[in-house]
C-alpha cells in the first residue's frame, strides 16, 4: 500500500470463497470514468433523499454541483454527511462503488477552475460551467454550488466473482467491513 492509497479490508462474510480485495486503483477508475452517481442526502426529518447527478474525481475527492434550490442543497445546510453510488444494474458482472464522506462547498477560484475544465470532460464534454464567486453557472444561466466530499469511507462491491472491500481513509476507523 502506498501513501496514496487507502487501506482495503476484504469482507469474507460477503464474498465469494477464493475471492479477493479489489485493488484500489480498479476502484478510482470506476470513480474517474463513471458518467453518473446516484448521491443520498437526509432531510431535515430524517428522511432519506436520492438522485442522480454527474460528479468528477479529482485530487482524492469526488465533487458535484447542486442549485441552490434543489432538495439536496436545502438538505446539505443541515447535515452534510452524503452517500453517492456508481456502478451496473447488472447482477453478475462489474463493479459497483459507494462513496461516504462529509460534503464540504468549495469557493476558491483555482479550484473552481480546475473543477469546471475537468467537468467538461463528462459526457462527451456536454457538461461546461462558467465559475462564479459562488460556483458555477451553467451555459443556460442557472447557478450550481459546488462540493467536494472527502472519502472516509468507500465500499466496493465486486460482482460475478462476488466480493466487498471497504477502504479506510487517513485513519478512519469507521470503515470497518459491514454492509
Known sequence: MSANEPEARFDERFSDPGAGATPWETVREVLE???LFWITTVRSDGRPHVTP???VWLDGQLHFTTGTEEQKAVNLVGNRQVALATGCNQWDRGL??????LAERITARPALERLAAAWTTK???EWRFRVTAEGFAHQDGGE????AVRPAKVLAFAKGG???TAYRFDGDRTAE???
Not at 459497483?96 to 464522506?101: A, H
Open 162 to 164: 462476488f466480493g466487498q
Open 123 to 125: 459526457w462527451n464534454g
Open 33 to 35: 470514468s463513471a458518467q
Open 53 to 55: 447527478l454527474v460528479a
Open 144 to 147: 450550481a454550488l459546488v462540493f
Open 96 to 101: 459497483d462503488v459507494v462513496v461516504e464522506g
Open 177 to 179: 467491513p459491514r454492509t
